[in-house]
């Protein structure tokens, strides 16, 4: 694969993904969008939704249920690919939240020569602050809770009302019909409204926010294929001993490869877009089906 293409790949498929959705709303055997995909009676929900509703219900709904345990497989076998490869809410939030990293870095590295009077930052005095394995809990999962409750309070999905994933294809639907059938409804302002909060306004949803992705990243605890791996030998900061953070600047779920430790997330949250691949400038991190011992996160080859 040409690395400097994975971007573009994956927003093709992305708006591949919603070209199809948007056709099925005008013909007969729609697959639908991601709240709901599939054909007739095979059918599979949203994950969230799927709990929200159930616990809404207080009873456990087979559909739901089935809808639960496909993207618990998913998320097993290849991890958050939906958030990287088809979730549209992504591509809106990922340039911007690589912005606001790229002058976080361009500060801390400000700071850190003004502490050590060097030109870079010295990751060495870096102190680890989290784990290297498992999931780490942050805002997003607050979110989730908040989700949960909402819906316990209210006694239906609040949060399916702002989601951010919905009301996008919801969109697409509602200006299809004004320019298809020329309906009118105020519906279509107030939702990109919303959406321009969500996306615009409030700082990094995906990152931060966003409760679909936390769940995405809780049942991709499990998930070992498709990791990244770092070459020590030809990594520039690892086996050369210079000074190199591309591949961290470039992680769209803040994930530091070269020690997760002193990264905001692990490789539970990795949605395999190889953005950090593609940023590499010596080609040292590859995507393997397998890596011989996945306890170690990543795991690091000797060449």
């Not at 087979?62 to 992504?90: D, E, Q, T």
């Not at 700082?203 to 936390?214: K, Q, S």
Request: charged share 15%; net charge positive; with cysteine.
């Amino acid at each position: 694969m040409n690395k400097r293409n994975t971007a573009r790949i994956r927003l093709f498929i992305m708006l591949a993904f919603v070209a199809v959705a948007a056709v099925g709303y005008f013909v007969k055997g729609g697959i639908g969008n991601s709240c709901g995909i599939g054909f007739d009676d095979i059918t599979l929900i949203c994950p969230l939704g799927a709990i929200l509703v159930m616990i809404s219900e207080r009873t456990a709904i087979p559909l739901a249920v089935m809808s639960v345990m496909a993207v618990l497989i998913m998320c097993i076998v290849l991890g958050k690919v939906f958030c990287s490869w088809l979730c549209p809410v992504h591509f809106m939030t990922e340039r911007r939240m690589l912005s606001r990293k790229a002058k976080k870095a361009a500060k801390e590295a400000r700071q850190a020569a003004r502490d050590t009077g060097n030109s870079g930052i010295d990751t060495s005095q870096v102190k680890a602050c989290g784990k290297s394995s498992g999931v780490k809990f942050d805002s997003r999962h607050a979110v989730l809770a908040a989700a949960v409750v909402s819906t316990l309070i209210f006694g239906f999905p609040v949060f399916c009302l702002v989601c951010p994933v919905g009301i996008t294809f919801a969109l697409v639907l509602l200006i299809m019909r004004l320019f298809v059938f020329g309906e009118t409804t105020w519906t279509i302002i107030l939702m990109l409204a919303v959406l321009a909060i969500e996306v615009v306004v409030l700082p990094n949803w995906c990152r931060n926010l966003c409760p679909l992705g936390a769940l995405h990243g809780l049942f991709s605890g499990l998930n070992k294929t498709f990791r990244p791996v770092i070459d020590s030998e030809t990594c520039i900061q690892e086996g050369r001993g210079g000074h190199c953070n591309l591949c961290v600047d470039a992680c769209h779920e803040n994930i530091n490869l070269h020690d997760i430790s002193r990264g905001e997330t692990t490789l539970a949250d990795c949605s395999k877009c190889r953005a950090c691949a593609d940023a590499c400038p010596v080609s040292a991190i590859t995507f393997p089906f397998l890596t011989k011992d996945a306890s170690i996160e990543p795991e690091k080859h000797d060449a």
